[in-house]
Structures are given as C-alpha cells and as structure tokens.
C-alpha cells in the first residue's frame, strides 16, 4: 500500500463547518457545509508557492453578506429558465422576468447542508454533504434529495459529484460556480490567462441573457477558443465580457473541454464534464466595494466564472439536453478538475 499523509482537517466556525482536504503534494480544497461552498483551492506555482486559485473569502460570515455564489453549489437548477415557469409550476421571479440561479435567497447557495460523510482511502480523501429541498421550494414540485460529493486524490484531480433523487418529476441542473484566478489570491486579474474550450458553437443570449434557442459558430468570433486564446485579447472584443453558454463538442476521452493557463504563475487547470456545457462569466462590470481573499477589491475580470451545467433554460429547447429527474431515475453531474 501507498504510504500517505493526506489529511481531513475540520474548522468549526459559527454558522459552518470548513473541511480542509489535504493530499501529498502541496494541493488542499477547503469545502463549508455553508451552501456546500468550494471556498478556496489551494495550488503550487512554478516555483512551489501555494497559494488560492479561487476567488472567495476568509471569513465564512462573508459568505452571508456576498450573494454572488462565490464557489458556491447552484441549484436546483444553474442558470435561467424563462419565465420563471415550468410546466404550470412558478418558480421564483429573481432575475426579471425569468428565474436564476434555483431562486431567491436564501437559497441552497445559502444553506446549510449535512455532513454524510468523510472518505478517506490510500488515493483519495474527501467528504459528502447532503441538502433535502422540500417539495415546493424555490416554487419547485417535488421533495429533492441533492448529495454533494466533493474528492481530491494523490494525482492533483479534484472531482465534484452531484446525486439527486426526487420524489415527484421535476428539474435537477447543478452547478459548483466557482471563480478561478490562477495568478493565485487574486494577485491579478485573469487577462494574461489563456483559455481553450473544446466548443464549436456558443447559445445565443437575449438581452436578459435567456438563450434564444439558437447556436452561434465560433468561427471568427471572440468566442473562438479551440485552439487556446489569450482571456484579454477575447475580451478587449467583447465590451459587456463574458457570460456565455458554450456548448461542448461531443468527445469519447475523458480529456478536459476546458484548459486554463497563467503563464506568468505556472499554474494549469483543466476541466472535464459530463454536463453539455460551461457557462463562462468574466466578472466584467462586477465592481464590489468588498475584498476577496482578503486582499483584493473585486473587480471585473478579477475571476473566471467556470459553471460546468447543461445548457441553461434546457426546458424550453428540445435539443439543449434533458433535465428532468423522476422518481425512477436518479442523476448524477460529475466534473472533475485537474490541478497541476
Ligand atoms: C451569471 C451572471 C450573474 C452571476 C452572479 C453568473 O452565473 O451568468 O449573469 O451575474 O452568475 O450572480
């Protein structure tokens, strides 16, 4: 057997309990019970220097102030659903005049989930939260089980697995809405960052940024990151950013669809999803009077947005993929993160 000292160390703050899932090789991910939150992962750069490539806060009070799913679990279901209805079901109107992001707050972005359980094995340590949505919440029909799985194992993959059981037909698309800066601690902004997406096609958003049902090429567009783009350059095209759906291309390997690159840190990070889509959101016009991390003033382009999902409002558009979960059929997201 592997000899190893990967470790499970529990912080109790007021109204959370953080989990610090440590491997041996300089690489932690601190998880709260609080919205079942990825508050910080933790890399090394090219010269070993640990430090947090996610944008999020010190201080698990400032998860109750800041309401922007700072790494945040988004559910029931990520994204916009138009008109805030759903099969003569209304949902909460918290996006005008559609529905976000699973609904008002508080919503399980701001609860507290239960500890299931921690996993400890000679490859991989991690642990399991659990929220029951009941029926009618958020204006959802039935009673939803939602069981978060969150693993990081010896080779740097961290993985996230959402299992949800319902006890009447109903919607089920998660995400984990994390905000990824590689210079590490929101040292600086992404712009340097180079980013590839395995997409030929990007939803077309309305004003509201409700996808119009239509799908863009790529090509010859800012949105064109087949082949890895400089994050700046894209985004000195595109006055209002990024927050866009980019559709996956089909593939058999389980390669990432999604690389990031900071040349400057060294750092990488790859993702692969069994969703159909990232919802990428730039930050661009997101000034906040708050620090993140501590350090930094938010700013636009202080982080990417990476929301691994099916394509958003996927109820109205017969070829955006399936998520309605019934009783007979439980589903599971999965979306693993390469950390290296
Ligand atoms: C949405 C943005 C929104 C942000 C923060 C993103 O996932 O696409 O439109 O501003 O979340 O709430």
């Given at each position: ?21 440590t ?34 806060f ?33 949902l909460d ?6 529905h ?14 239960n ?10 340590i991690?642990?399991?939260l659990?929220y029951?949505?009941?029926?009618g ?17 010896q ?19 998660p ?14 902004v ?9 997409a ?24 064109d ?17 990024l927050d ?27 993702i ?60 599971i ?8």
């Open positions: 057997m592997e000899d190893f000292n990967m470790e499970i160390n529990q912080q109790i703050h007021n109204q959370a309990t953080w989990f610090t899932l491997n041996d090789h300089n690489v932690s991910v601190i998880i709260s019970d609080f919205g079942a939150t990825v508050v910080a992962i933790n890399t090394p750069d090219k010269n070993g220097h640990v430090a947090n490539i996610t944008l999020g010190m201080h698990s009070h400032s998860y109750l102030q800041h309401h922007d799913y700072f790494g945040a679990t988004v559910a029931r279901v990520a994204g916009r659903l138009a008109n805030a209805s759903w099969q003569g079901h209304q109107i918290n996006s005008t005049p559609n976000m992001h699973g609904g008002e707050h508080p919503s399980l972005s701001y609860t507290h989930w500890l299931i359980k921690l996993i400890k094995t000679d490859s991989q991690g642990v399991v659990r029951i949505s009941p029926a919440e958020n204006g959802y029909p039935g009673r939803l089980s939602i069981s978060a799985m969150f693993v990081l194992d080779k740097n993959k961290f993985t996230i697995t959402y299992f949800g059981n319902t006890s009447e037909t109903t919607l089920f698309n995400t984990t809405h994390i905000y990824f800066n590689l210079s590490g601690n929101a040292h600086a992404v712009d340097n960052h180079e980013i590839r997406i395995n030929d096609t990007i939803a077309e958003t309305d004003a509201n940024k409700l996808p119009t049902g239509k799908f863009l090429s790529v090509a010859d567009m800012p949105y990151f087949r082949q890895p783009q400089n994050l700046g350059l894209a985004l000195s095209k595109l006055p209002n950013g866009t759906p980019f559709k996956l291309n089909p593939q058999s390997s389980l390669q990432p669809q999604l690389s990031l690159k900071d040349p400057e840190s060294g750092r990488k990070l790859g692969h999803t069994n969703a159909n889509s990232f919802i990428v959101f730039s930050t661009t016009g997101f000034e906040g009077d708050f620090l993140v991390d501590g350090t930094r003033k938010m700013t636009s382009q202080l982080g990417l947005a990476i929301e691994p999902q099916m394509l958003p409002d996927a109820p109205n558009h017969p070829n955006f993929g399936n998520i309605v979960i019934t009783p007979d059929n439980p589903m997201y999965q979306t693993a993160y390469t950390l290296n």
